[in-house]
């Protein structure tokens, strides 16, 4: 079975930043584009990042665009999320899921459980 668990997440004043990893496993993480997502409360889901198979293009959100940058260890089956100069308005549950037809990521679903980044003024 495809799992993928989020963790890095936590508490950050303005400015700061934090490391997200998404571990997956049961499926070739090799052979999958790559996405980030997130969700705030009371919102809908956001796309932030993605990245293709082997890493060689990335892709970003324009509020994102600048500050975060996506990453991945194949060797690993990982996936990273490196969040600087975080804003309020980034906190959100931030999600990875695998890229499986058109769209970047599917149903919240597959999402695995998800990681909370809260940025305090």
């Known amino acids: 079975e495809a799992r993928q668990v989020e963790s890095g997440g936590g508490l950050v004043q303005s400015g700061g930043s934090l490391r997200l990893s998404c571990a997956t496993s049961g499926f070739t993480f090799s052979n999958y584009d790559m996405t980030w997502v997130r969700q705030a409360p009371g919102k809908g889901p956001e796309w932030v990042s993605s990245?293709?198979?082997?890493?060689?293009?990335?892709y970003y959100a324009d509020f994102v665009k600048g500050r975060f940058i996506i990453s991945r260890d194949n060797a690993k089956n990982t996936l990273f999320l490196e969040m600087n100069s975080l804003q309020p308005e980034d906190t959100a549950v931030y999600y990875c899921d695998r890229r499986l037809g058109t769209n970047w990521y599917g149903s919240s679903q597959y999402w695995g459980p998800g990681t909370q980044v809260t940025v305090s003024p």
């Open positions: 990245i293709t198979r082997f890493g060689d293009t990335t």
